[in-house]
């Protein structure tokens, strides 16, 4: 999924923070809702956060909501400063390990 409108504030400016966010995940017995996915985003609009906060704090969330098998979430946040930062947070289930790679001749 890609969700390429995230917004949170600069906890010490108060500016807005772009970024897009990108999920990829290994469902188990529950999936991700994406209405339910995007009022949860929205939610932080008004928030202060830093970039590796934020990443992990939607991370976890996902993770407790869904219990997937594998998750990972790669947050692109726009330039602040002449800098733009990537973080990525990742969870594996205990034991999962993914379906070995097929290469086709």
């Known amino acids: 999924m890609t969700i390429p409108e995230f917004t949170c504030l600069c906890p010490k400016t108060g ?3 772009f970024a897009t966010l990108e ?6 017995a529950r999936c991700v809702e ?3 996915l995007k009022l949860y985003v929205w939610a932080f609009r008004d ?8 990443t992990n704090e939607i991370l976890g969330a996902l993770v407790a ?10 947050a692109r946040f726009n330039v602040r400063g ?3 930062t990537t ?9 999962w390990s993914p379906e070995p790679v097929v290469t086709l001749p």
Request: without cysteine; positive net charge.
């Open 34 to 36: 994406l209405k339910s």
């Open 65 to 74: 909501a869904t219990a997937p098998r594998y998750m990972k979430l790669t």
């Open 87 to 95: 973080v990525v947070a990742t969870h594996r289930k205990p034991g």
């Open 82 to 84: 002449g800098i733009y």
């Open 47 to 54: 928030r202060g956060a830093f970039h590796e906060a934020v």
């Open 15 to 17: 500016q807005p923070d």
């Open 23 to 28: 999920l990829e995940y290994v469902a188990d």
